[in-house]
């Protein structure tokens, strides 16, 4: 009996942790600031609607009315470790764009201790972008990476016409697959431990999963200004997601980087990245 208790905790018991495991976010202190390039910053600071301090920099361009809102992915920062999106900057920035870089809830210099995969993290930034451009002067870019993508289809969702143009660089489309995915590679929890892992994301961590799958949102934005950027070597976001990408959107403007993994293709080759953005006129 005590050992059937046992076994029945460890199987409810051992998802919890699987969740709050992939919950976690990367906090840490940059490495570097934009002064390293040359260009004159601010620290700037945005407090959320549920009291999270949010820190980045606002990078500003004198005269320009071009912005680009940064946004790097889960276990990333305004560095930029696995993306180059710091790098990305510098280049955004030397084409005349005011840029803000920030660090999302839960890394960096960020307060939050889990990150919500774009339901909370949209609402801070259309927030951190009102306080920052509250007259709307500014013509603004989103480019996101991972959860920054779908972050930044969220934000562009929510809010159409603030958005001259989105770039999202490897963002998931069906949510409920590449879970089932991960549960098995990171937890080897099979495909039916799906339902229970959402309740317990869903009734103790907040988190909402229909909300931050991606099917039916980019089907509404097809005909958007949205470039999809997809890698060809990206083990997390296989040719699976490109194809819910096709059904939802046949007509999306999409670029595959052969020989790049998971949002590598800017740091991989940012001559070639370079020129697609600007082929886009960005």
């Not at 990305?88 to 920035?93: F, N, Q, S």
Request: glycine share 8%.
């Amino acid at each position: 009996m005590k050992l059937l208790l046992f076994l029945v905790a460890t199987v409810l018991i051992y998802p919890v942790y699987v969740v709050y495991a992939q919950l976690k976010g990367e906090r840490g202190r940059p490495n570097a600031t934009p002064a390293q390039w040359g260009a004159a910053y601010e620290d700037v600071t945005y407090t959320a609607r549920d009291g999270i301090k949010l820190k980045g920099w606002w990078i500003p361009v004198e005269g320009s009315r071009k912005a680009v809102l940064l946004l790097h992915g889960k276990g990333g920062s305004r560095n930029g470790v696995y993306t180059g999106v710091f790098e990305l900057a510098k280049r955004y920035h030397r084409r005349g764009y005011n840029v803000l870089l920030p660090d999302l809830r839960a890394h960096g210099e960020s307060g939050g201790t889990i990150v919500y995969f774009g339901l909370k993290e949209h609402e801070d930034m259309l927030g951190w972008l009102e306080a920052i451009d509250s007259d709307h002067r500014l013509e603004w870019v989103l480019h996101g990476f991972s959860m920054g993508a779908a972050t930044v289809l969220m934000m562009k969702e929510k809010s159409p016409k603030r958005f001259a143009y989105v770039v999202a660089d490897a963002p998931w489309i069906d949510f409920e697959k590449l879970v089932k995915q991960e549960l098995w590679k990171r937890a080897k929890l099979p495909d039916w431990s799906f339902f229970y892992v959402r309740w317990i994301a869903e009734t103790f961590f907040a988190q909402n999963f229909s909300f931050v799958d991606n099917r039916e949102r980019v089907g509404k934005l097809c005909g958007e200004k949205i470039l999809y950027i997809f890698e060809a070597d990206d083990a997390l976001l296989p040719e699976y997601q490109r194809k819910a990408l096709s059904a939802a959107c046949p007509t999306a403007d999409r670029a595959l980087f052969e020989g790049a993994g998971h949002v590598e293709a800017f740091k991989n080759d940012p001559a070639a990245y370079t020129q697609l953005l600007e082929s886009k006129g960005l």
